[in-house]
């Protein structure tokens, strides 16, 4: 074998190519076969999860779910029945149920526990047995100061 003829070197070298060396037409059918079945799979999973939410009727998106014909069920314990109330009391007009209270006409956060007591934002460390306990508590936290308009901030 004859050996192979010098390169020149310097200034007037040949341009060396540097095209991309195409891929064997295998790996490019295979490539987009994988592309297509994951599109198609995206697609699939997303038409199954919202294929529950597109046949649902609007109609019954208040309405509780049908039950077993039959007489209706004792429930297990009595259903509480909301606490209203409107009184004076240290001076202040509290008027309100369990789901809120007022203090001289303007709102009083109340938040009920997972333990059934009420906290409020004037004495949120002391939980009260009622809603009417948490507002007298307010008010006597309170003195002569009045609740802000503006409400709780946020966090």
């Known amino acids: 074998m004859a050996p192979a003829p010098p390169q020149p070197r310097g200034r007037h070298a040949p341009p060396v190519s540097r095209a991309p060396v195409p891929s064997p037409p295998s790996s490019r059918s295979r490539r987009l076969f994988l592309r297509a079945a994951f599109a198609l799979g995206a697609i699939g999973g997303t038409a199954a999860a919202l294929l529950p939410v597109l046949r649902a009727d609007p109609r019954d998106a208040g309405r509780p779910p049908v039950e077993a014909a039959g007489p209706p069920a004792e429930p297990a ?3 509480e029945r909301a606490e209203l109330f409107d009184e004076m009391y240290g001076g202040r007009h509290i008027q309100g149920t369990d789901a809120g209270v007022r203090i001289d006409g303007r709102p ?5 526990r997972a333990d059934g007591s009420y906290l409020s934002v004037v004495n949120h460390y002391e939980s009260f047995p009622t809603a009417l306990a948490t507002a007298r ?3 006597d936290d309170l003195g002569g100061a009045q609740l802000s308009l503006a409400g709780p901030a946020s966090h």
């Open 137 to 139: 508590a307010a008010v």
């Open 77 to 79: 314990e009595p259903i």
């Open 108 to 112: 009083l956060h109340v938040m009920r």
